[in-house]
């Protein structure tokens, strides 16, 4: 989607909306949350759109390559933090040693030395931003997930309130006609969706029965899978670098089990 010919914020907008659509469908399927997580959801719903809206400045001043890697790779550090002043997941040394060795090897991966010198300071700004938006949702979400009493019913809320305030954002900002802008895209929106959408939903799920900082850590072991991918596919190489952060991931995973 990001890919797309839409602009960076009507691809967010449509995945947000089309998410929301999802949340109504799973409500019919699943438990209504319990009244103790309702502020938890309404608070992801308003960082959800901080975080939308940073994310996609970001990008106006900075590449995909750079401002993803970096809002990504910080957000578990922040995560980690959070759950220390927040919660009271007990997490052994061990395990503590294994997020920040995951999330070095995050950081290896994604940076090369070639990107790294295109990093200004505004995209840096914004994107370390976007990840204080990400670190913090996260934590709500794991803390309102297990105040629920039914993970996929808060999670569909939480898509619902999403969806509402992402849409009266679109509204404010590109009027009505948002919604012609990117009904040509609503095939690969759907898709999106569905993707993002069950993604988020299992780590949700995750983080109420599992430490919260744990599964934020482990979530962005999917850059593995990137590597695999763009050298099998992309034909892109496998450098010293990214072989090395490799094998930091797949290390710090193993601590967690510590």
Do not use: C
């Amino acid at each position: 989607m990001v890919k797309s010919n839409l602009d960076r914020f009507l691809a967010m907008f449509m995945l947000q909306s089309l998410m929301g659509l999802m949340g109504i469908v799973m409500l019919a399927f699943f438990a209504f949350p319990g009244q103790a997580s309702l502020p938890y959801a309404l608070t992801s719903g308003l960082l959800h759109t901080g975080y939308n809206l940073f994310l996609v400045r970001s990008y106006k001043s900075g590449e995909l390559g750079l401002v993803y890697p970096v809002a990504r790779g910080t957000a578990p550090l922040l995560t980690l933090i959070g759950t220390h002043i927040f919660t009271q997941d007990a997490l052994s040394s061990l395990a503590t040693a294994g997020i920040v060795i995951l999330i070095l090897g995050i950081w290896l991966i994604a940076i090369s030395p070639t990107l790294a010198k295109k990093l200004d300071r505004t995209t840096l700004v914004y994107a370390l931003i976007t990840s204080v938006f990400i670190g913090l949702y996260t934590v709500v979400d794991g803390l309102g997930g297990r105040a629920s009493n039914s993970a996929s019913g808060y999670t569909a809320l939480v898509f619902i309130l999403d969806a509402t305030f992402m849409v009266a954002t679109g509204l404010i900002l590109r009027g009505p006609a948002i919604f012609a802008s990117v009904a040509p895209y609503w095939r690969s929106g759907v898709v999106g969706a569905l993707a993002s959408g069950s993604a988020y939903w299992i780590v949700i799920y995750a983080m109420s029965v599992a430490p919260i900082a744990m599964v934020a850590a482990l979530r962005e072991i999917s850059i593995l899978f990137a590597i695999g991918m763009s050298a099998r596919l992309l034909r892109e190489p496998l450098t010293w670098q990214r072989l090395a952060g490799g094998v930091l991931v797949v290390v710090g995973a193993m601590a967690l089990r510590g």
